[in-house]
């Protein structure tokens, strides 16, 4: 029996008679992390790995019903023996570890594999099968260093703040924006966040992780003199909003993997892109499935057919798994669209 099976609610765990990431409300629901896709509210009772817990009550309500473990520890439920360990993607992001009866599962929800240090870095866990995502499954997707990328940005930071013009910076309000506050020179100018974003760094600073100081963009007025220094930090859905009026004179930019295909950046009307993802890379995707050593693969949302053709090319039992999980960066983008669309109805 498959120790995770696909069901209309999501993935589900018979033996344990769980779900992981459920999408649709369920009873017991494993959670992997925080994101909204994977996180989302309407369960009996949630389990999730210690270190995601401000999040998720930030996030669902700080009435919860929630049960965490640290990363390592073990818990028994009907048989299933199930465990949490580092994924690497955002603060409290855990790939989930099951075993029953001699037979190992991982399911690895979102995992990149290049530390940040704003999340416990990722660690393979060894099993006879491995969930991966795939969302930027392609050959063509290989990162650049995350130190590059940061003194790319710092540069056009740098730049626009020398003549007087407001840095605003789209990227994921969870995971991204803390990442990329940690890579800023602070030295540069101030430091401003939309109010998608504070809380958030609320709870990173919680749980130890260094940000530099910022400001709420909401205490600033449309003409505060700090604005001209300053880069924002703002959600895609913001671009285009009459929220980005308070600027004046600005240049904006966009953080995220997507950045790396050709017109994507022209398709989404920003002066700059920058190629930085919270997620596994083709190379990435690779050295995570050999480091398991599973025989078998379970492939969920992205480039799905794409990796499961590598990996049976490569002699692994692939497959896939259809789920309604998606790119948290995407799903942004589409947001910001329709707004657009929206306000130019």
Not at 56 to 69: C, F, M, N, S, V
């Amino acid at each position: 029996m498959d120790l995770v099976i696909a069901r209309p609610e999501g993935l589900y765990c018979p033996p344990g008679d769980f779900y992981i990431d459920p999408w649709r409300p369920v009873e017991r629901a494993v959670i992997t992390h925080a994101h909204g896709d994977h996180a989302r509210w309407g369960m009996g009772h949630y389990l999730a790995a210690a270190p995601s817990e401000g999040i998720l009550r930030t996030r669902l309500g700080p009435d919860l019903p929630l049960q965490t473990l640290a990363y390592g520890e073990s818990l028994d439920h009907n048989g299933v023996t199930l465990s949490f360990h580092p994924a690497g993607h955002v603060l409290g992001s855990a790939q989930v570890r099951l075993e029953y009866r001699g037979e190992v599962w991982v399911a690895s929800g979102d995992y990149k594999v290049e530390p940040d240090g704003t999340c416990t870095p990722f660690e393979p866990v060894r099993c006879h099968c491995f969930i991966s995502e795939s969302t930027f499954g392609l050959p063509i997707y290989r990162w650049p260093t995350q130190a590059s990328v940061f003194r790319e940005i710092n540069d056009w930071w740098r730049a626009n703040a020398a003549v007087g013009r407001t840095s605003v910076l789209f990227c994921y309000a969870l995971g991204k924006a803390q990442r990329i506050l940690h890579g800023l020179d602070a030295d540069i100018g101030p430091i401003v966040v939309h109010g998608a974003v504070e809380p958030l760094n609320r709870v990173y600073r919680e749980a130890g992780v260094h940000l530099p100081d910022t400001l709420y963009a909401g205490d600033l007025a449309k003409n505060d003199p700090r604005l001209r220094q300053a880069i924002v930090l703002a959600p895609p859905s913001a671009g285009g909003s009459t929220w980005m009026r308070r600027f004046g004179d600005y240049s904006d930019a966009f953080a995220s993997g997507w950045m790396m295909l050709r017109g994507t950046r022209r398709r989404r009307g920003v002066d700059r892109g920058f190629v930085l993802s919270d997620h596994a890379d083709w190379p990435g995707l690779l050295w995570a499935i050999e480091q398991t050593g599973a025989e078998r693969v379970m492939v969920t949302h992205g480039s799905v057919a794409v990796l499961v053709r590598y990996l049976c090319e490569q002699g692994l039992d692939a497959q896939a798994f259809d789920t309604e999980y998606g790119d948290e960066e995407e799903a942004d983008l589409v947001a910001r669209q329709e707004s657009t669309e929206g306000d130019a109805g």
